[in-house]
């Protein structure tokens, strides 16, 4: 006892040292980011307070400029450049260079980066869910769980674990090789280059941007045409936090523009992510072929969101309108398809046409609406179609939402939100991906048919089950083919940034988020070595040197079986010939010198 005592006031005292470490708040410099021209404050320039019709078709990828607006107000924004391939390549080549430098720091000084970052985010989270909500028509509090926390929390378990994962692993060696060190480095790629859709236009840039720089990558990100006034000013917060830690201004770059801004990208980087649809990922595959340069893909999906007859209906019910209003219907990993077990349809249907009918859409910043605008220009006609499909074959509508003031220029930007009943997988909205605020539910009557009904999909991105028997959903969730589940929640594994993210199927392949999509801005790099330097070294065994002995061959075989042998005496019969036959190589190569 008397030797322990000390020992144990040392780790007692150590413990209350490192908790009073951890109240003294790291010092983190502010940074300061222009806003004088993204504040709605009235005095903005007179070009720039017009009601703007955006042209249909194709016509709006014409020119060299994106023009932004409010999808909720329709009131002019600006614009941005289209940069052309030339201009890409250039900002592709700055990005590498100053990825050179960068690539050589610590990840003290990028740590430092993450909490500059965070600290601005945490002080000016209405300013950032504003400018979200100007540019993609989602409410205040949508931007806020999409926005604001996921990023959040996506740089706290970056600081946390971001550099133990990177840091070299070592693994085992194997029994031919237990002289050797067997380990692998994570080394970065270079310039990762990020396209990224515009239902979350912050998260979206900061999501690869944390990763790529954090395991010494630069990034160049192109922005969604749909959501490109908002992406310019989260880059200023970008470039204000490297400038604070001195890294080099070209690190991260955003870009502007259509179709041939992003092919130009493609052909230009190391890695490619991207989020969007599966016509445009396969596009980018094809491209990518070209350089030979990883691709990972996130296409969408169609979740299934599955209610058992055991649940608490009223707190289900709550969760499912969530999921599928969830940024006006900008919903990335959302509820498309709903299947509720017969024994409580009816009461389910209810409850949920009870909510949506009090949910109220209309311009966010306006007044307190439960749902904004839709971003993307024309997407309430594809949305109209899918529910016109479903009604001709058999589908009823029994509940929409209510529009509040919105104006008669505006109304085409939005839809309500829509329960459907008697819905089949006959039907495109049961097999498309809608992206919008509708809710089409499904009788099951066996938990077996249920999981029939959610594998009969083209996506594979995530689910949602609902169950009183916890053992039961679990069961369910793990014959989804999915590439993220939540049991008895919804799309909680996205809070999780220690998890992987992405799907399988049409919803894409590879991963970000966790420590696949950390380690995927990286190419592995297997190392071995001498475990005990210089005293034990590679040896070649006298039998297999050049020239090659007699019973070479024979050594081998009962070298093979003395390492993997699955019989103990096999395996030492075996080792006495490997020792028997280097003795007689030896006693050969010492007559041959005394000759």
Not at 34 to 42: A, C, F, I, M, R
Request: charged share 20%.
């Amino acid at each position: 006892m008397a030797f322990w005592w000390p020992l144990l006031v040392l780790a007692f005292a150590f413990a209350i040292c490192k908790f009073l470490l951890l109240l003294i708040p790291p010092k983190v410099p502010s940074i300061d980011v222009d806003t004088s021209d993204v504040l709605d404050d009235g005095n903005q320039a007179s070009e720039n307070s017009f009601i703007y019709v955006p042209p249909r078709g194709t016509a709006q990828q014409s020119g060299k400029k994106v023009q932004c607006y409010e999808p909720a107000t329709m009131k002019y924004l600006g614009y941005v450049p289209a940069l052309t391939p030339d201009e890409v390549r250039e900002q592709v080549e700055k990005v590498r260079k100053a990825q050179k430098m960068w690539a050589k720091t610590s990840f003290k000084q990028r740590r430092q980066f993450l909490r500059i970052l965070l600290k601005y985010i945490i002080k000016h989270q209405a300013l950032i869910c504003e400018i979200s909500s100007r540019d993609t028509g989602k409410t205040m509090v949508d931007a806020s769980l999409g926005e604001i926390m996921t990023t959040c929390e996506k740089i706290k378990w970056l600081l946390s674990e971001g550099e133990k994962w990177l840091k070299p692993e070592f693994r085992s060696s194997g029994w031919s090789m237990l002289h050797k060190r067997a380990k692998v480095e994570f080394h970065p790629l270079g310039v990762v280059g990020a396209i990224v859709s515009w239902n979350y236009p912050f998260h979206n840039i900061f999501n690869p941007m944390l990763a790529a720089v954090f395991s010494g990558n630069g990034i160049v990100i192109k922005i969604s045409e749909h959501a490109s006034w908002s992406g310019c000013f989260y880059f200023r917060i970008i470039q204000s936090a490297l400038a604070a830690i001195g890294a080099p201004e070209d690190l991260v770059e955003v870009i502007t523009g259509f179709a041939e801004t992003g092919e130009a990208l493609i052909s230009s980087v190391d890695k490619v992510i991207f989020v969007g649809s599966p016509g445009v990922g396969k596009m980018i595959m094809r491209s990518a072929a070209d350089t030979l340069i990883p691709v990972t893909l996130e296409l969408g999906g169609k979740d299934a969101f599955i209610v058992c007859e055991d649940v608490d209906v009223d707190h289900v019910a709550q969760i499912a309108v969530r999921a599928v209003l969830q940024s006006s219907g900008q919903n990335c990993a959302g509820a498309e398809r709903f299947y509720v077990h017969k024994n409580i349809y009816s009461s389910f249907v209810s409850k949920i046409t009870k909510i949506i009918k009090s949910v109220t859409a209309g311009p966010p910043l306006a007044g307190k609406f439960d749902m904004g605008a839709l971003c993307m220009h024309e997407h309430s006609e594809k949305l109209e179609g899918l529910v016109n499909d479903a009604l001709d074959k058999g589908a009823e509508i029994i509940a929409r939402g209510s529009f509040g003031h919105i104006g008669e220029d505006a109304v085409d930007q939005y839809f309500p939100p829509t329960v459907i009943v008697n819905v089949n997988h006959s039907m495109r909205l049961m097999q498309e991906e809608a992206f919008g605020p509708i809710m089409p539910i499904m009788k099951f009557s066996s938990d077996e048919e249920v999981i029939k009904l959610a594998n009969d999909s083209k996506y594979g991105l995530g689910c949602a089950v609902f169950s009183g028997s916890q053992s039961r959903a679990r069961e369910i969730t793990s014959q989804i083919n999915c590439g993220v589940a939540a049991v008895n929640d919804f799309a909680a594994t996205y809070m999780c940034q220690s998890l992987p993210f992405g799907g399988v199927k049409h919803s894409g392949f590879g991963r970000f988020g966790g420590v696949e999509g950390l380690r995927a801005c990286c190419f592995a790099k297997a190392v071995v070595e001498d475990r005990w330097w210089p005293f034990i070294k590679t040896k070649i065994p006298k039998p297999i040197q050049y020239p090659v002995a007699e019973n070479g061959f024979e050594f081998q075989e009962s070298l093979v079986e003395a390492l993997y042998g699955l019989s103990i005496w096999d395996r030492l019969q075996a080792l006495v010939n490997v020792l028997k036959m280097l003795t007689e190589q030896k006693s050969i190569g010492s007559s041959h010198k005394e000759k």
